[in-house]
C-alpha cells in the first residue's frame, strides 16, 4: 500500500474514533501554537496570560448555553479565542464551521493572517488540512476541508456566503462593524446564525466592541444574555470588584504615577498589584436564570505588557486617555469603544447654529497655524460653490473663504472662473506661498463636464468625487475611472464625514480638531453647515444612523466641507514633518504646491509629510 494510500485510509479513520474528553482551553494550552506574524509572543499557548477568557473558550463545551456574546475591548486575546475554538473543532469534534468578518476583505484578511499560520504552526492542525497546492485538497482562500467537517469564510456584506449549507458552528466577529443588511436578504447576523438550525448542539459566538448606543449589535445582544462580569479581588482587603475607569488615578500630568484605587478600602495599589487582581477574578452573572452567555471586560484588565516608553500598563492607559480628549470627540469616542468596551451616547440629533456663530474670529491675512489648503466644491444647476480650507496639526481647521461662482457649469466662462480659483496663492505668517495642495468636485450635477474639467487637472490633484451615505462607508476609497475621459472618481463617505464634522463643531477646546471660522462669514453659511440631523433608522429590523435634511434646507456649505475633509484625508499628511518644514520663522519662501505628476494611483505610505499619488 502506497505512502498516499495510507494517508487516505489514516485520516478517513480518524473522523471514526471518538474524540478525546477536553475543553477549548485544555486542548489551546495543549497543542496551539502561536504564530509570528499575528502575535507579539510566539511560540506556545497559554491561557495564563490572559485567564479571564477561558471561560470565553469553554463555554463552547457549556451543553446548557444557547450562544456565547463577548462584548469586550480591543487587545484581550478575544481574536485568539476564536482561533482557539476553530482549531479546537478541526482536531477534537470535526463540524461545517463559518466564520464571518465585516467584509470579504476582512475575511480574506483573516484566512491568510490568522488561520493558515495557525495550521502551519501547529502540529495537531497541519497534518489535517491539505496544501492549497495539492490537487482535490478541498482548501482556498475561503474554504478549508479537513477529516470531519470544513470552515467557510464569508462577509457579512456578502449574501452568497450566508446562504449556503448548514453550519454548526457560526462566529461572528466584530458584529457591530456589519452592514444593516447583506445586499437585500436582510441581516447578516440572522443569516449566518440560522445555518445552525437543524443541529441540537450548535456553537454560536458573537463578538465586537460596542459602537453607539441604540444601534450597537453587540450591546443589545448582551442584554439579552446572563450579563456577567469579572469581579477582582482586592490584593490588600479582599473586596470583590468591577474594574472600573472611575478608579484609575494618578496626580502627574502625563499619568506616569497612575494607581488603581481599591473602591472599598481606597488602597493604592501598584499596576502589579492590579494584575494580581485580574488573575485572581471570576466571572458573576447577573443574571443567571438566562441560557445566552454573555461577557462584558474592559482594557483595564490587560495582562499584556507595557509599551517602551511607559512606566506601566496603567501609565499607558492613562496616557492613551489623556490623548483622546486632546484629540476631541471622535478620537474619544474610539477609545470609549475599544478600550472601556461601552457603547458612545451621542449627546444630541442636531447642532444649533448659533453658538458657531459667536466664534467667529479674526486671524488676518492667513492663520498662522495652517499648513496646506484643501477645496471642497459643490456644482449646482446654476452656480458653483467652494470652500477653500487651510488645515493644521491634528487637522485644526480655518475656513479661509467661501466662493459662490454664478453660471451652469457647462460653460466655458464659469469653468475658466472655477480654475482661476484653485489657482489662488495665500501667504503664510512665514512668508511661505501655499497654493490648493487637492481638491474634491462633486460629480452629482454636470458629471460630464465635471470629468472632463478635472481630468486636465489631475496633475494639480484636482479630482471628481462623490458623496455616498451609509453607513460604515470609508471616508474616501480608491478611485474609479468615469467618462470617456477615464477621469479618476472618489467616493466620499458621506454620513462618515458628516459624523466626523459634527463632533469636531461641539470641540470646544482649541487644537485637534477645533474648527475655525472668519470674522465676515455669514449666518446663511452656519445654517447650511448645520442644516442636517443626525437620525437612527431601521432596516429590516436593525437600527443604524444617518444625517437627513428632513426640511430640505440649503446644505451646500456641509457638503463643501464634506469634500474639503476628503481631499484632506486623501494627502495623508505627516503633520509632525509639514509643521517643521515651516520652521524656522525666518526661512526663505518656498511654494508648497507638489510637482505634477501623472493620472492618480492607488495611495502608498510617502517618506515625506503627504501621500503622493
Request: glycine share 6%; aromatic share 10%.
Amino acid at each position: 500500500m502506497s505512502d498516499q494510500i495510507q494517508t487516505l485510509f489514516a485520516r478517513a479513520l480518524s473522523a471514526y474514533i471518538p474524540p478525546p474528553q477536553m475543553t477549548v482551553s485544555e486542548w489551546a494550552d495543549k497543542f496551539r501554537y502561536l504564530s509570528q506574524e499575528s502575535s507579539s509572543n510566539p511560540g506556545k499557548y497559554s491561557s495564563d496570560m490572559t485567564p479571564y477568557a477561558v471561560a470565553w473558550m469553554d463555554s463552547a463545551n457549556d451543553p446548557t448555553a444557547s450562544g456565547t456574546v463577548l462584548m469586550v475591548a480591543s487587545q484581550l486575546g478575544k481574536t485568539e479565542v476564536l482561533n482557539n475554538i476553530v482549531g479546537y473543532f478541526m482536531d477534537i469534534e470535526p463540524a461545517p464551521m463559518l466564520m464571518v468578518q465585516p467584509t470579504i476583505d476582512l475575511a480574506e484578511s483573516w484566512s491568510k493572517e490568522r488561520l493558515a499560520p495557525m495550521i502551519r504552526d501547529t502540529p495537531a492542525l497541519r497534518e489535517k488540512v491539505s496544501d492549497a497546492r495539492s490537487r482535490d485538497s478541498g482548501n482556498t482562500l475561503l474554504h478549508k476541508t479537513f477529516p470531519g467537517g470544513n470552515i467557510a469564510m464569508a462577509g457579512a456584506n456578502a449574501p452568497s456566503g450566508l446562504a449556503s449549507r448548514p453550519r454548526r458552528v457560526v462566529l461572528l466577529d466584530e458584529e457591530d462593524r456589519f452592514p444593516p443588511s447583506a445586499g437585500t436578504e436582510g441581516d447578516p447576523a440572522s443569516l449566518a446564525i440560522r445555518r445552525t438550525e437543524t443541529f441540537w448542539n450548535p456553537v454560536i459566538y458573537e463578538t465586537s466592541t460596542p459602537t453607539v448606543k441604540g444601534t450597537s449589535r453587540i450591546e443589545a445582544r448582551f442584554e439579552e444574555s446572563d450579563q456577567r462580569r469579572w469581579h477582582c479581588p482586592c490584593p490588600e482587603c479582599g473586596a470583590l470588584q468591577i474594574l472600573k475607569w472611575s478608579q484609575v488615578r494618578h496626580e502627574h500630568e502625563d499619568g506616569q504615577d497612575a494607581w488603581y484605587e481599591c473602591e472599598a478600602c481606597t488602597a493604592h495599589l501598584t499596576d502589579d498589584q492590579r494584575r494580581i487582581m485580574v488573575r485572581s477574578g471570576k466571572w458573576i452573572a447577573e443574571y443567571p436564570e438566562r441560557t445566552l452567555r454573555g461577557y462584558h471586560l474592559n482594557g483595564i484588565a490587560s495582562m499584556f505588557r507595557h509599551k517602551r516608553g511607559f512606566t506601566s500598563r496603567l501609565h499607558q492607559m492613562v496616557a492613551d486617555h489623556l490623548s483622546a480628549k486632546r484629540k476631541g470627540k471622535e478620537v474619544l469616542r474610539t477609545w470609549v469603544n475599544t478600550f472601556l468596551a461601552e457603547t458612545w451616547e451621542e449627546e444630541g440629533e442636531s447642532l444649533a447654529w448659533e453658538p458657531l456663530l459667536q466664534r467667529r474670529e479674526n486671524w488676518g491675512d492667513f492663520p498662522a497655524g495652517g499648513l496646506v489648503i484643501t477645496v471642497g466644491a459643490d456644482i449646482q444647476g446654476d452656480r458653483v460653490e467652494m470652500e477653500f480650507v487651510a488645515w493644521g496639526t491634528d487637522e485644526e481647521s480655518w475656513s479661509l473663504d467661501y466662493v459662490v461662482i454664478m453660471g451652469d457649469f457647462n460653460r466655458p466662462e464659469v469653468q475658466a472662473a472655477v480654475d482661476e480659483q484653485l489657482q489662488r496663492k495665500f501667504t503664510h505668517p512665514t512668508g511661505i506661498d501655499l497654493r490648493v495642495m487637492c481638491a474634491f468636485m462633486d460629480s452629482g450635477h454636470k458629471a460630464k463636464a465635471v470629468y472632463q474639467f478635472v481630468k486636465k487637472r489631475e496633475r494639480l490633484k484636482t479630482y471628481a468625487c462623490k458623496g455616498r451615505g451609509g453607513p460604515a462607508i470609508p471616508l474616501i476609497s480608491r478611485p474609479s475611472r468615469q467618462g470617456t475621459v477615464r477621469a479618476a472618481l472618489f467616493s466620499v463617505g458621506s454620513d462618515t464625514a458628516k459624523d466626523i464634522i459634527y463632533s469636531r463643531l461641539q470641540t470646544a477646546d482649541l487644537g485637534p480638531g477645533y474648527m475655525h471660522f472668519p470674522s465676515d462669514r455669514d449666518e446663511t453659511w452656519f445654517r447650511q453647515l448645520t442644516s442636517e440631523v443626525k437620525v437612527t433608522r431601521y432596516k429590516d429590523g436593525i437600527p443604524y444612523t444617518k444625517f437627513e435634511n428632513a426640511s430640505k434646507a440649503r446644505n451646500e456649505a456641509l457638503d463643501c466641507r464634506v469634500y474639503a475633509l476628503g481631499a484632506l484625508q486623501l494627502l495623508n499628511i505627516n503633520w509632525k514633518k509639514l509643521a517643521a518644514s515651516f520652521l524656522p520663522v525666518d526661512a526663505p519662501p518656498t511654494d508648497t504646491a507638489l510637482p505634477a505628476k501623472k493620472s492618480p494611483r492607488p495611495p502608498r505610505k510617502s517618506s515625506g509629510w503627504v501621500n503622493t499619488w
